[in-house]
T-cell receptor, first 114, second 115 residues
C-alpha cells in the first residue's frame, strides 16, 4: 500500500529528554512536512523539505530538528529545548513543493511529556 | 501574510440535515489555491478538494459541494443530507506561490452528526 507511515502512534517522554518521531513515505514524493496540532487549533508548520539533504524552518521550528538523508524518510526530533512539546504531530508529503499540490498525511504521533 | 479563518469551532446537527462550513481567507497573491481536508477520529487528514483562484465554478461531488466566491474571499463547504460518518474535524487551507507554497490552515470546524 502506498502511503505515509508515522511511528510510534503514542509516545511518552520525560522532561529533559530528546525524542525522535519517524515518518516514512513510499509515494516517491519530493516534498515532506512536519506539522504540530494542538487541541482546538489548526496545523502549524514546523519544518519542511522539498528535496533530499535540504530542509527549511517553518513557523514554529524552535526546539525541533530534522534530517532528510533519504527521499523516503523525514524524522523529527523534539529536543529538550521545546518548552511545551505535548501535542499531536502530523507528517505529510506532496509530489512537489508547488502551491497547487495537495498534501498526503500520516496518521500522526501523539506525544505526551510526563 | 496569509490567513484562513474558520469561525465555527463546533457544529452539531442531526442526521439528514444539511450543514455548511464557512471558510474566509486573506492573501495578497493573485494566484492561490484553496483546499479542504477532513480529519476523522483516526487522525490523518484526508484531502477533499482543491480550487485555484481563477476558477470560481462551484463544485459538487456526491453529497459534498463547495462555493468559492472571490468577492467575499470565501470558500464554503456544504454537506447535504449529513450522515454520522461525516463526523470529523474539517480544515480549510490556503497556499500561494509568493508565500513559499506552504499550506496555511484554518483552526478547523468540528462537525458532530447525531443519529
Amino acid at each position: 500500500d502506498g502511503g505515509i507511515t508515522q511511528s510510534p502512534k503514542y509516545l511518552f517522554r520525560k522532561e529533559g529528554q530528546n525524542v525522535t518521531l519517524s515518518c516514512e513515505q513510499n509515494l516517491n514524493h519530493d516534498a515532506m512536512y512536519w506539522y504540530r496540532q494542538d487541541p482546538g487549533q489548526g496545523l502549524r508548520l514546523i519544518y519542511y523539505s522539498q528535496i533530499v539533504n535540504d530542509f527549511q524552518k517553518g513557523d514554529i521550528a524552535e526546539g525541533y530538528s530534522v534530517s532528510r538523508e533519504k527521499k523516503e524518510s523525514f524524522p523529527l526530533t523534539v529536543t529538550s529545548a521545546q518548552k511545551n512539546p505535548t501535542a499531536f504531530y502530523l507528517c505529510a508529503s506532496s509530489i512537489s513543493g508547488g502551491a497547487y499540490t495537495e498534501a498526503f498525511f500520516g496518521q500522526g504521533t501523539r506525544l505526551t511529556v510526563v | 501574510a496569509q490567513k484562513v479563518t474558520q469561525a465555527q469551532t463546533e457544529i452539531s446537527v442531526v442526521e439528514k440535515e444539511d450543514v455548511t462550513l464557512d471558510c474566509v481567507y486573506e492573501t495578497r497573491d493573485t494566484t492561490y489555491y484553496l483546499f479542504w481536508y477532513k480529519q476523522p477520529p483516526s487522525g490523518e487528514l484526508v484531502f477533499l478538494i482543491r480550487r485555484n483562484s481563477f476558477d470560481e465554478q462551484n463544485e459538487i461531488s456526491g453529497r459534498y459541494s463547495w462555493n468559492f466566491q472571490k468577492s467575499t474571499s470565501s470558500f464554503n463547504f456544504t454537506i447535504t443530507a449529513s450522515q454520522v460518518v461525516d463526523s470529523a474535524v474539517y480544515f480549510c487551507a490556503l497556499s500561494a506561490n509568493n508565500a513559499g507554497n506552504m499550506l496555511t490552515f484554518g483552526g478547523g470546524t468540528r462537525l458532530m452528526v447525531k443519529p
